[in-house]
């Protein structure tokens, strides 16, 4: 008798993963996929989930397939996975090691298509040695190719994607390595921006203006127009004056990435300067004279050195957007007299015609007003304990929604689990063939998919709004009182501080603004106190990870146009400034 008649029908899922966006333009996760459904059509497992993580590296267990996969197999979606190769799940073998012992703890088994799952010790210590054995021969093949690249470099060898800008490149033919000759039309273009530059005293942004003038297009661009940092890169390459430099740079992880992403395909996608001494260089034709690169690297040296945030400080920066959802950047004085936030739409669409028409917001009424109403909330316990209360009554009723949404998917898909189970019953019995099955399955598979990604969500939304840690009202008085007394003496870096840890986000235009926060108290707030005999008694209210939401709105003074620019009396400032309670 066939197995699958003895034991039932098997449901399993399937996981792929490809490393490179080449890989994945290539179709190689589609190979992997075509040979799992033929391999899983031979055992006569029905598939119902398929996870494929496009793009990403073998390296990170954080991947958004993996994660789903992993939180499925703890609700017992499917009975097995079902995957290509072990590399396919990580590279690292302890990596390998970690999520198949997680997936065996849930009941999950594994299989995989090009070697036999470990079922016994012995088999286990073989699948290790194996896995180690890969780890070292892929190290050793990335040390080779480092070395032979190093040597190919030594010897003159070029070795580029894609040649530099001004650049055409001869591959590599026969015995003759690949070489760098100068394209004439785009060293024209090169030698131009040089001398508008060099000479005529013209700013990246100018150079970039005059460039879209003449219909002058970069290589690559999805809206065809050249960008500032692009541009600045170029002009510091040192393969303009002959010298073709690798290895210059490292990949790093970023400190303080502009996006705070759970989920990251390029991990390292910062880089940082090498030590001069370990760079590595070919020569190639020269299209600029020394003086004139010396001289344009000079000037903008003197550019980045006089950055507007670093010679005017805004408090708000990094915090405040626009109303069409863009940042607001600090923009420097006009007149030397006020500064703005501006939307930072302008710049992105530089040099095409913005999409956006808000003007600037004056910084410096922004800066007060926001630090003003803010300071006074923090030093409130009444209004901080009143947003707590109102904070608390929004949760409940959005915990009670997003409870009663989840109640009735879970019944849905209780009742569809129960009709699969009546088919498979019936399949058990000998009433239709397994394509027929397959045939009244399928719809069915689909749908409870749907239901159980919508069964996700409402769970993580009623995550989101579960049991609020809120602190006491012990520790709010304690940081309130303290807060009062520190705050009148505060340099700008501290404020500064205070608004980034304090403000989620500001959103306005030049009459309001919309400010949401999220305080989160410090771990330990302490009575400092002595006892009678001299020892310390300092007493510590536990606050680790609860936090205060709130959020406020600020009217900024209309601009009174009536007055010539730059007057003092530009801007009006008869608007109330009382600090209220929360807005409804």
């Known amino acids: 008798m066939n197995p699958i008649e003895q034991t039932g029908i098997k449901n399993i899922a399937v996981y792929a993963r490809v490393s490179t966006a080449n890989q994945e333009e290539e179709g190689t996760i589609e190979t992997q996929l075509v040979e799992v459904r033929e391999f899983a059509r031979k055992a006569a497992l029905n598939i119902i989930r398929e996870y494929c993580d496009d793009g990403w590296s073998g390296d990170t267990l954080v991947r958004p397939a993996l994660d ?19 590399d396919r799940l990580a590279r690292r073998y302890s990596y390998q090691e970690l999520v198949m012992d997680e997936l065996k703890e849930a009941g999950i088994d594994i299989k995989f298509v090009t070697v ?28 080779r190719f480092r070395l032979g690249k190093q040597r190919k470099i030594k010897e003159g060898h070029i070795m580029v994607s894609q040649p530099l800008y001004g650049y055409s490149y001869t591959p590599k033919k026969d015995k003759v390595h690949g070489f760098y000759e100068i394209n004439p039309e785009e060293a024209r273009v090169v030698k131009m921006m040089f001398d508008w530059i060099a000479n005529k005293g013209m700013t990246i942004r100018g150079v970039i203006k005059k460039l879209q003038e003449k219909g002058i297009k970069p290589r690559k661009s999805k809206r065809g127009v050249w960008s500032a940092s692009t541009l600045t890169t170029i002009l510091r390459n040192e393969a303009f004056i002959g010298k073709a430099h690798w290895r210059s740079s490292i990949a790093v992880i970023p400190k303080n990435p502009l996006k705070k992403e759970r989920y990251r395909k390029t991990q390292k996608s910062s880089r940082i300067a090498r030590p001069r001494d370990e760079w590595m260089s070919v020569d190639v034709p020269r299209i600029i004279d020394d003086d004139t690169f010396n001289d344009v690297r000079t000037k903008l040296s003197l550019n980045k050195n006089t950055q507007i945030g670093a010679r005017h400080p805004y408090l708000l920066t990094g915090r405040i957007f626009c109303v069409c959802l863009k940042r607001r950047v600090g923009s420097g004085p006009q007149r030397g007299r006020y500064k703005y936030y501006v939307c930072c739409e302008k710049v992105a669409s530089f ?52 409870k009663d949404d989840a109640t009735v998917i879970g019944e849905e898909i209780r009742k569809l689990n129960e009709q699969i189970d009546r088919y498979n019953r019936a399949y058990g019995e000998g009433v239709f063939s397994i394509e027929q099955l397959r045939e009244y399955v399928d719809p069915i598979r689909n749908r409870l998919v749907s239901l159980e990604s919508d069964l996700r969500a409402a769970n993580n939304h009623l995550l989101d709004v579960g049991e609020t840690n809120f602190p006491s009202d012990e520790a709010i008085d304690l940081f309130a009182s303290n807060f009062k007394k520190i705050s009148k003496n505060l340099n700008f870096e501290q404020k500064r501080e205070i608004v980034l840890n304090a403000v989620e986000k500001i959103v306005g235009n030049q009459s309001r603004l919309e400010i ?15 006892h009678r005999n001299g020892w310390d008694n300092t007493q510590k209210v536990e606050n680790l990870g609860k936090r205060i939401p709130f959020h406020f709105t600020i009217e900024l003074p209309p601009p009174d146009y009536r007055n010539r620019p730059g007057s003092l009396n530009r801007f009006r400032r008869d608007v109330p400034n009382k600090l209220t309670a929360f807005p409804k």
């Open 68 to 86: 789903s996969l992993r939180q499925d197999a703890r609700s017992k979606m499917w009975d097995t996975i079902l995957i290509y190769d072990p």
């Open 116 to 143: 036999t799952s470990p079922s016994n010790p012995e088999e286990k210590i073989l699948h290790g040695v194996r896995g180690l054995f890969a780890e070292y021969e892929r190290a050793k093949i990335k040390e």
């Open 351 to 402: 040099p095409l015609l913005k999409k956006c028409n808000e003007k600037g917001l004056n910084a410096i009424h922004a800066d007060n007003l926001v630090w003003e109403r803010l300071s006074g909330i923090l030093g409130s316990s009444d209004l901080l304990k009143a947003q707590i209360t109102h904070e608390s009554k929004e949760s409940e009723m959005n915990r009670k929604y997003f």
């Open 516 to 530: 949401a926060c999220n305080l989160i108290l410090n771990q330990h707030v302490g009575y400092r106190t002595n």
